[in-house]
């Protein structure tokens, strides 16, 4: 039979990126998970690496091409939030996520691009998020990191859209995990009368979304960014 691609999932030990994983494992794929506890689904290459150290991310992919060879297919999937309010957030608040959740994005984009200009073949898929584009009081520091993906796609698009590489956006809307569990029940109830389908998705609603744009059904599409949100963000 022959070997499924490499694919990496960034924050792939649970939530979306976990559900991400599994979904490319169903397809046969060789997949890897990164993250920091170095956890990761049955049959996946479980690789620990933290998305704000660049050293740390040159070894992870080290390891994953030894085992996998070159990743064909990466998801930048690692992210995390800290909610304040602009009074109260400091430089340090706004630094941490954008750290994470767009330098990081960067930081394994440079070292993918690297192994994909090469196999001549090559799919990146951002996670980022509704807010990047509608906005979010108190999230300043996420939606700035999310709303930066899409410039980030679009201009990865520009650049390597001639060596068979597409570059993508899925903007989930509010998701059962522990991100969304963390938030309290009023703020449950409120945001689920504001969604269309007024309910939060499974995790695999996305990971479907990002199985279908690195297949070959989604050859042509490259720089988009695709809500997968109950219709919360409607014209972004
Ligand atoms: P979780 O908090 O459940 O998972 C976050 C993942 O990112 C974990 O695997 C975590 O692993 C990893 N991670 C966080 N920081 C780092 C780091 N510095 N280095 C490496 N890995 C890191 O989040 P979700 O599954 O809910 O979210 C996944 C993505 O989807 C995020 O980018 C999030 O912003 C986005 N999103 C989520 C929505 C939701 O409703 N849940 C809605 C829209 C977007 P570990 O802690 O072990 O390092």
Redesign the pocket.
């Given at each position: 039979m022959a070997q499924g691609r490499s694919v990496l999932v960034?924050?792939?030990?649970?939530?979306?990126?976990?559900a991400i994983a599994q979904a490319f494992l169903a397809e046969g794929d060789q997949v890897a998970v990164?993250?920091?506890?170095?956890?990761g689904p049955e049959g996946a290459l479980t690789v620990k690496?933290?998305?704000?150290n660049m050293e740390s991310i040159d070894q992870a992919f080290e390891q994953i091409e030894q085992v996998h060879g070159p990743v064909e297919v990466l998801v930048n999937?690692?992210?995390?939030?800290n909610d304040q309010l602009l009074m109260r957030m400091s430089e340090e608040d706004f630094e941490q996520v954008l750290d994470?959740?767009l330098t990081?994005s960067f930081r394994a984009l440079k070292r993918a691009t690297r192994g994909m200009i090469r196999l001549k073949k090559g799919r990146v898929i951002f996670?980022?998020?509704?807010?990047g584009l509608y906005g979010s009081p108190g999230q300043i520091n996420?939606a700035a990191s999310?709303a930066g993906l899409v410039g980030m796609a679009r201009s990865l698009t520009r650049e390597l859209g001639s060596r068979n590489i597409t570059a993508n956006v899925v903007?989930?809307?509010?998701?059962?995990?522990?991100?969304?569990q963390a938030l309290d029940e009023d703020l449950q109830k409120q945001y689920k009368q504001a969604i269309p389908a007024g309910r939060?998705a499974d995790?695999d609603e996305?990971a479907n979304v990002v199985r279908w744009l690195a297949s070959d059904e989604a050859s042509y599409i490259s720089g988009a960014v695709i809500p997968v949100d109950g219709g919360l963000g409607m014209g972004h």
């Open positions: 960034t924050g792939g030990n649970r939530g979306i990126g976990l990164t993250s920091r506890s170095g956890d690496a933290d998305v704000t999937n690692a992210g995390m939030n994470t959740n990081g996670i980022s998020s509704v807010v996420y999310k903007a989930p809307g509010y998701i059962n995990t522990e991100m969304t939060f995790p996305v």
